[in-house]
């Protein structure tokens, strides 16, 4: 059984449909990538499956795990294993880092009947994992994003996803507002938690996020639809001649 | 640390109802006959065996208060209050004269209990032995009009400090009485205070002596049970030179259909170098879904810096009462005196709350600090109201004010209400406000790392009142924290 599969997937937002019929299987292990230019509907793509409110699904199917996800509360979805890394993690302000850590984690143990962390493992578990990803002890007492620099929020996403380990990570657009070193930290942070029980569905619009993180399978969307899937190769390929050549399709 | 787990898991038991202290104590009660008259008073005066004194200072702002008018001014919106279909006084029958908690009443014991709050008072019944030098809370407890008995008598006396009901302060203190009683509020000042004034049946009175920096923290815990009471308690607290004392006070009433009215007032007074800390958590009856029944809660809470480099600070999470009219304020008379306000008040479904607080800035180099954080949910209306003054003589004022406002769904409303006065070039008054929605991408964020809609919610909640929780002594900002999220249930969604 696939982890994830998309099968013609129709969605609308304010009467405009953005999905035409989009499908998609992940299997676990793998790492998908999605190109596509502005507007061809990836973000909408990642937001759907995590369950952001203001999207109508009009047709279409998305199983996780067998299940019917788009039957799911978005926080159930988050407890069975999905999680999306956003583009712009927001700022919540009076909230400390690690209080949401713990309260997040918690509250998935608990939607899934285990037991909820105590405060000397978790912080065991935290203070490793943030220290492999090069995140301070101070970022943590810090209110959850608040003046975090672009890669220190990136990092903090990256920290979240191997401290909840889901089974299937999105990442909606990580290389955006990142420098390259930035970039390079989040994205080795990422391939460490490659693994044949998880997968990766990594959504850029440039082919310089795939040297760090080297997809198995790689789709390029356009107007709401997958045109095109190839190797990783196909990416080097879009760089090299752009989208136009999709968006006349 | 214990004793706060203790407390968390004992209001997780208080489960009654969206409003989590809807039980009514059945115990025999002695009231005055209903309505308010001269009769009425002199009925109160005489069950409290006062001094002539006192009578005639209750009669004289009652003839005041014949001659006055509700104010209208505040953003609120209220049916009509028929003084005379009210009980100004309502006492749990007594067998006898309490002298030791074993004597109360079981029934008002485990009231407390289901409280949740005076947890303290529980253990000494029970004959917890604490280990030396944890930290301690003598608590007052107001049960309906009459106090019903302080705790830690003892160790306060040796301390010197006098905490009693106002009721025996004013048979066994009365020249500490006389002086201040009113000095801080007069029986003229306001509709309230003046009615407050003329029927008050008890409340809390506290002196500490000069130099002594008060043991224990001082609780009072006002409980509303009686049908059909107002509840009129006077709480007068003295910090004499160079004395510190920290006073908590807790309220709730149990659930009823009709409104019942709270009209309270606090006067507190700080000489030389002297420092008192308030802080209440009230959560009385907010009415049900349909904004049937709840608390008026009118309050007259005043702090008089009256002293040099005296400090008075006032903490407040206000999370229930239909309706809220109240502005705890301070009065800079002494040089380099600071007043404190820092405010948490929460409104849901049909509340109103038009709070805030008055800094009147009279001495030289006075300072004042207000931090409010406006919280609305539901329907409700949520006001901020505040006056910061600066007197001709007072040179070198300084004030700074932040307002933050948060409002939850679109069908509630906030309001800022800035009053500033400066008579003098070298004042400086900051004032900064902010408003904002809790956005549905904050939203999306937590409930995708797992949060459901209205743990997301509270903790967004939770963040942005941490400033002001943090003031709050560590037992009563758990308990706050618990309550803020009870608060705003059924808000989201």
């Given amino acids: ?249 | 640390m214990a004793a706060v787990q203790e407390t968390v898991d004992r209001v997780r038991q208080i489960d009654v109802d969206q409003y989590r202290y809807g039980f009514e104590t059945i115990i025999e009660s002695e009231k005055a006959p209903k309505g308010l008259s001269e009769d009425t008073i002199r009925f109160i005066s005489a069950k409290k065996n006062e001094p002539a004194w006192m009578l005639e200072w209750r009669l004289e702002a009652y003839r005041r208060w014949l001659t006055m008018q509700e104010p209208t001014w505040a953003r609120v919106d209220y049916p009509k209050i028929d003084y005379q279909d009210l009980y100004y006084y309502s006492a749990p029958k007594p067998k006898k004269e309490i002298a030791s908690l074993d004597e109360i009443d079981p029934e008002i014991l485990k009231t407390y209990e289901k409280l949740g709050i005076p947890l303290r008072e529980v253990e000494v019944l029970e004959g917890v032995v604490r280990p030396e030098g944890e930290r301690k809370v003598a608590v007052d407890a107001v049960f309906d009009s009459v106090s019903v008995a302080t705790t830690f008598q003892e160790e306060l006396k040796k301390a010197g400090v006098i905490f009693m009901p106002i009721s025996h302060a004013i048979q066994q203190h009365p020249e500490l009485v006389k002086q201040y009683l009113g000095s801080v509020v007069p029986t003229s000042d306001n509709f309230f205070a003046t009615l407050n004034s003329a029927v008050f049946s008890d409340g809390s009175f506290v002196y500490v002596p000069p130099g002594v920096r008060c043991p224990m923290e001082l609780s009072t815990y006002f409980r509303i049970n009686e049908r059909n009471t107002g509840q009129f308690e006077r709480t007068l607290i003295i910090a004499d030179k160079g004395s510190y004392v920290s006073y908590l006070e807790g309220c709730t009433a149990p659930q009823r259909d009709e409104n019942q009215l709270h009209a309270a007032v606090v006067e507190l007074v700080t000489l030389d170098d002297a420092e008192i800390k308030y802080s209440t958590v009230q959560n009385w009856y907010p009415g049900n879904s349909e904004g049937k029944g709840g608390i008026f809660n009118f309050v007259t809470k005043r702090g008089d810096c009256r002293g040099a480099n005296s400090k008075i600070s006032w903490t407040q999470v206000e999370t229930g009462s239909a309706i809220t009219w109240k502005y705890p304020s301070c009065i800079l008379r002494g040089d380099n005196s600071r007043g404190e306000f820092y405010s948490i008040a929460i409104s849901n479904g049909y509340q109103q709350v038009d709070s805030g607080t008055k800094m009147l800035h009279l001495g030289k180099n006075t300072t004042s600090r207000i931090i409010s954080k406006g919280i609305a949910a539901g329907k409700s209306q949520n006001t901020y109201r505040g006056l910061v003054t600066a007197h001709r003589k007072a040179t070198n004022a300084r004030n700074f004010t932040a307002c933050d406002s948060l409002l939850i769904g679109d069908k509630c409303g906030a309001h800022t209400v800035p009053y500033i006065e400066a008579k003098n070039t070298s004042a400086l008054f900051e004032h900064e406000a902010t408003t904002s929605k809790i956005s549905e991408d904050v939203l999306f964020y937590c409930v995708q790392r797992g949060l459901s809609q209205e743990e997301a919610v509270g903790l967004v909640v939770n963040g942005f009142v941490r400033d002001v929780l943090q003031q709050l002594p560590m037992e009563f900002a758990v308990e706050a924290q618990k309550l803020i999220s009870i608060s705003l249930e059924g808000s989201v969604g």
């Fill in chain 1, 1 to 249: 059984m696939p982890l994830l599969e998309v099968k013609d997937l129709q969605v609308r937002v304010e009467e405009r449909e953005i999905l035409h019929g989009l499908s998609l299987t992940v299997n676990k292990g793998e790492v998908h990538a999605i190109m596509g230019p502005n507007g061809s509907g990836k973000s909408t793509l990642s937001h759907v499956i995590a369950g952001k409110p203001g999207y109508e699904v009009t047709g279409g199917q998305i199983l996780f795990k067998g299940e019917d996800l788009l039957e799911m509360e978005p926080d159930e979805r988050a407890a069975k294993g999905v999680f999306l890394a956003f583009q712009y993690p927001v700022e919540i302000p009076g909230v400390a880092t690690m209080t949401f850590l713990r309260t997040a984690l918690n509250a998935q143990r608990k939607a899934r009947g285990e037991s909820e962390y105590s405060t000397p493992n978790f912080l065991k578990k935290v203070r490793e994992v943030a220290a492999s990803l090069n995140i301070p002890q101070d970022m943590l007492r810090r209110g959850i994003n608040v003046g975090f620099s672009g890669g220190e929020k990136k990092r903090n996403e990256v920290l979240q996803m191997a401290l909840f380990e889901p089974s299937l990570c999105i990442l909606d657009e990580m290389d955006s507002g990142l420098d390259i070193d930035a970039l390079r930290v989040a994205a080795d942070g990422v391939n460490a938690l490659r693994s044949p029980d998880r997968a990766m569905v990594v959504i850029t619009h440039y082919q310089r996020l795939l040297n760090y993180i080297v997809p198995d399978v790689v789709h390029v969307m356009s107007k709401g639809r997958v045109v095109k899937s190839g190797n990783k190769d196909l990416a080097l390929e879009l760089e090299a001649s752009g989208y136009a050549q999709f968006e006349e399709a």
